[in-house]
């Protein structure tokens, strides 16, 4: 929740959702990767190295294509 009014603005509301899955995006991956390291190091296992990798990727790509759609909107004139 934010204290700050909500934009009525259609490009400035774009501007924070781009900004939004951005962040998210560099979250997911670097906790992806952290976490599977981690997890690695503590189980002796490349498994969880693994697994790290898959959900930062997953993770990453949703949020960057999410991005993507925003930024190729075209306004309706």
């Known amino acids: 929740?934010?204290?700050q009014p909500r934009p009525n603005n259609p490009i400035e509301q774009r501007k924070q959702a781009v900004r939004r899955y951005?962040?998210?995006a560099v979250v997911w991956a670097g906790a992806g990767v952290t976490g599977?390291?981690?997890?690695?190091l503590l189980a002796h296992s490349w498994f969880f190295l693994a697994?790290?990798?898959i959900?930062?990727?997953?993770g990453g790509w949703s949020n960057y294509a999410k991005?993507?759609?925003?930024?190729n909107h075209r306004d309706q004139y």
Do not use: D, P
């Open 1 to 3: 929740m934010t204290l």
């Open 22 to 24: 951005s962040r998210n």
């Open 36 to 40: 599977g390291v981690a997890l690695a």
């Open 51 to 53: 697994v790290g990798l």
């Open 55 to 58: 959900v930062a990727v997953a």
């Open 67 to 71: 991005v993507q759609k925003i930024v």
